[in-house]
Structures are given as structure tokens and as C-alpha cells.
């Protein structure tokens, strides 16, 4: 597949004719369920988008059964700016329901497949934007990443995924699942083209109250500085051995490159799970509340008000979707709020600062995206084996950080990613070193 660098420089009539064979190549791939839709009349480079992001006059569902009929009315502020640029949303991309997931296998339309092995899950909640682009019938697609939905569908399927830091890019039409920690992402082939799409989409917009009033400076590539690279013993010893191995790997690489690798040392991350997931469950809670049947979506046929509220959300809702409202709910009910929520928010400061600590010696943290590589369907017997596989990734989203992850290695035809964190909004720093670190590993 042309990458984005690529296809930014070819005319109306090429990009015409690349449409043409992604539309047939993603027929002869329906199997994978990527795509839930495709909408080839959009001007301009062709960009895959997850359905969570409101494209005007798109029906948008976020994989749910509840939104089913929802048209959206507006654009989505990353996707003006694609437009803006020369880029058009061309396919709603395959999500876990609501972004609650880590395989794609909660969608209404059915689980989507990993392009590198089909019996095994694409990862989520971004696996259809990873399938598509894995697959070579999408060129880029935007994905959005609330404690790993980007990375760890890109780690799964080989393909670089990128999570900004909490407030670069604009949430302004993005169907909200965790609001302080949600973020929109590029999801593409390359490190460049991920620096390419992240420039287009990133800056300050005064419809997001969660904007970063920051200056944003577009990263340029041209220049990869020698950086100081922290690695953390104590959690990659509970990775796989396949994954251990790409970590070695990974430590050449970046030392052959130039860079300088430290040991640190960070807390046991299993406090990173119990502040995430009371969190996000939280507030995952408070803004599913407004799918009720009366406004927009799916409506159940019922005798009172009451019981049409009740019907609409126990058929509307998937059982992953109804787990998470119900323990966010019991969260924040009077009698456990103290006792949950607002140590979840303590612990989840104290994980900020021990980032902010160890960015005082480092510029970059190297760390797994998943504990193994893609697993097989209905290998995790319990969702709290899947809460549980999201270890390396949510710490950076309670945080607000920057990270990447990129494929390094591979095991038994299976994709092994890693990922860089970098300090907040030092996303120069964190595509120097992905850039490094790609070309070494080549």
C-alpha cells in the first residue's frame, strides 16, 4: 500500500484510481470486518476513520446497537482538519462497543479479524483502523486511545500507532468513553507518516474545554537527536519471552543509533489498573447516561417512560458496555465514592509524579505494549484477564503523556510491538526517537 507521504503528492486522478483498488481490495478482505462502511465520495487522500468520530452525515454508532440510526450532524475538528489539508474520512472502521475493549470482538457488526492471523484478535478498541491499515486497504486512519486502544491494536496487527498527549488534539466530536483520558490518534504504516497525520490533526481549539492552550509546533524529522532512554527491569520481566526478546532487540537497536539506555526503576503497575479502571469506569457511567432513547438512536418499545428508559439500555447496551456502567455506577454512589473514586484519583497522582520523576533522568521510557502477542479468540476467559492485559499502556494515559508504538520484532509470523512515552507535549522528542528506533530495527 502507497504510504501518506506518498499519496499526498499524487493528483486528483491517481488519488481517484488508489480509491478504486482499496474498494476492491476491501471486498476481496470482507472477511476481516475492518470496515463497517465505506464512503468513496470524499475529495482528497483517503483516511480511515473509527466510528466513534462524528463525520457530518455519516451514521455514526461506536459499534453500538444503541446508535444505531444516529446521523451525525457536524464534523468531528480532526476531521476539518483533514479536510483542510487535502484529506478525506473514507470508511468507518470496526471499534470494540463505546472503545470498552481490547479485541474488537464487542462490536454490534460482529468481531473483526487480524490481518496477520485470523483466528487470532486485532486488538482494541482501534482494531478495525489497525486491520484496515495492516491489511493494506486503508493508507492511514485515525483511531482514538483511552488506556491503550491505539497502541495495542497497532502492536497486535504491525503497524505504528500513536497516542498524543491529553489535550494536543482536539476531543470536539469524539464520542466521549473516559473524558480525561481520551485521545485521537494517527494509526499508519510508518513513523513518518504517523509525524505527518499527528501535525495535521494536533493544535489548541477553543470548542474542546479539554484543549491544551499550548503552543504547537509541527515536528520535523530532519534532525534525530541522541536521547537518554529509560528502561524499566521490573515490569518486563512479567512480558512473554517473545516479548522480552523484542525488548532486547529494541536496547541494541537504540544503542546503535546513539542513544544512551538507563535503568529505572517505577511501582508495581498493578496500582495503574485499579486507579484506570475505577476511573474510566466512572466516567465511562456519567457520559453513557445521556443514551436513554429519547434523543437520538435505538428506542425500545415500552407501556411507561420508565420501563422505556430500562428496555432501551438493557437491549441497547452489550454486556461489556453494561459491566462497565454498572461498576462505574456502583463507584460513584454515595458510601463508595470516598472509598474508591477519590483514592483512584490520589493513586492516579502519585502515578503522574513518579512519571514526572523519572523524566527528570530520561528523555524517553521504553516499555511493552501487550504482556504477549496477539492472542487467540476466546483465549481470555474473563474480562478481568483483558482489564488485566492493558498493564503497560494505561499508566500513560492517567498520566496525559505522549507514546508510540511500532512494530520491532516478530514471533512465529506474529507482529511484536513496543512503545515509547515521552514527557507531556514533547512529541518532537518521542517521533526523534520512534524514527531511531524504526530504522534500527529494520
Known amino acids: 500500500m502507497i504510504t501518506l507521504k506518498e499519496a499526498l503528492k499524487l493528483s486528483k486522478e491517481e488519488l481517484n484510481e488508489i480509491k ?22 470524499g475529495e482528497g487522500v483517503p483516511i480511515a476513520i473509527k466510528d466513534n468520530i462524528q463525520v457530518d452525515g455519516w451514521e455514526v454508532t461506536c459499534a453500538s446497537k444503541i446508535l444505531k440510526g444516529y446521523i451525525a450532524p457536524y464534523n468531528a475538528t480532526v476531521i476539518e482538519k483533514l479536510k483542510a489539508f487535502g484529506l478525506a474520512p473514507y470508511g468507518r472502521t470496526n471499534m470494540d462497543e463505546f472503545a470498552m475493549g481490547s479485541t474488537t470482538e464487542s462490536s454490534c457488526y460482529g468481531k473483526t479479524l487480524n490481518p496477520k492471523d485470523t483466528s487470532r484478535v486485532p486488538g482494541g478498541s482501534s482494531g478495525g483502523s489497525a486491520a484496515a491499515v495492516a491489511a493494506g486497504i486503508a493508507i492511514a486512519a485515525l483511531g482514538s486511545d483511552t488506556g491503550g486502544s491505539i497502541r495495542q491494536p497497532a502492536a497486535f496487527c504491525g503497524i505504528v500507532g500513536m497516542k498524543p498527549t491529553y489535550g494536543r488534539v482536539s476531543r470536539y466530536g469524539l464520542a466521549a468513553y473516559g473524558s480525561s483520558l481520551d485521545q485521537i490518534g494517527p494509526m499508519t504504516q510508518t513513523v513518518e507518516d504517523a509525524a505527518i497525520l499527528y501535525n495535521i490533526i494536533a493544535g489548541y481549539d477553543p470548542k474542546d474545554s479539554t484543549s491544551a492552550r499550548v503552543e504547537f509546533r509541527p515536528v520535523k524529522l530532519d534532525t ?29 537497536a537504540l544503542q546503535k543509533e546513539g542513544h544512551e539506555i538507563v535503568e529505572v526503576k517505577m511501582h508495581d503497575a498493578k496500582y495503574d489498573i485499579a486507579s484506570y479502571y475505577i ?16 434523543r437520538y438512536g435505538y428506542r425500545a418499545e415500552a407501556k411507561s417512560l420508565k420501563e422505556m428508559y430500562k428496555k432501551t439500555r438493557s437491549e441497547g447496551f452489550g454486556e461489556e458496555v453494561k459491566r462497565r456502567i454498572l461498576l462505574g455506577t456502583f463507584v460513584l454512589s454515595s458510601g463508595y465514592y470516598d472509598a474508591y473514586y477519590i483514592k483512584a484519583q490520589r493513586a492516579r497522582h ?8 523519572v523524566f527528570e533522568e530520561v528523555d524517553l521510557i521504553l516499555s511493552p505494549v501487550a504482556p504477549d502477542v496477539a492472542y487467540k479468540f476466546g483465549e481470555l476467559a474473563s ?24 512494530p520491532v520484532d516478530e514471533y512465529k509470523g506474529l507482529p511484536v510491538g513496543l512503545q515509547l512515552i515521552g514527557k507531556a507535549f514533547d512529541e518532537q522528542r518521542l517521533f526523534e526517537g520512534a524514527l531511531s528506533l524504526e530504522r534500527g530495527v529494520r
Do not use: F
Request: positive net charge; without cysteine; aromatic residues 8%.
Open 383 to 406: 474480562p478481568l484477564q483483558m482489564y488485566l492485559s492493558d498493564v503497560y499502556t494505561i499508566g500513560v494515559n492517567l498520566a496525559g503523556l505522549p507514546a508510540i508504538s511500532l
Open 20 to 41: 478504486k483498488e482499496i474498494a476492491q481490495k476491501a471486498k476481496e478482505k470482507k472477511e476481516l470486518n475492518a470496515y463497517i462502511a465505506m464512503d468513496e465520495a
Open 350 to 357: 502519585l502515578i503522574k509524579d513518579e512519571y514526572n520523576r
Open 224 to 252: 534525530i537527536r541522541k536521547s537518554k532512554i529509560g528502561i524499566v527491569p521490573n515490569y518486563i520481566k512479567d512480558a512473554s519471552a517473545a516479548v522480552q526478546k523484542a525488548y532486547d532487540k529494541a536496547i541494541e
Open 279 to 294: 476511573t474510566a469506569m466512572a466516567e465511562a457511567s456519567t457520559n453513557l447516561s445521556r443514551y436513554d432513547g429519547v
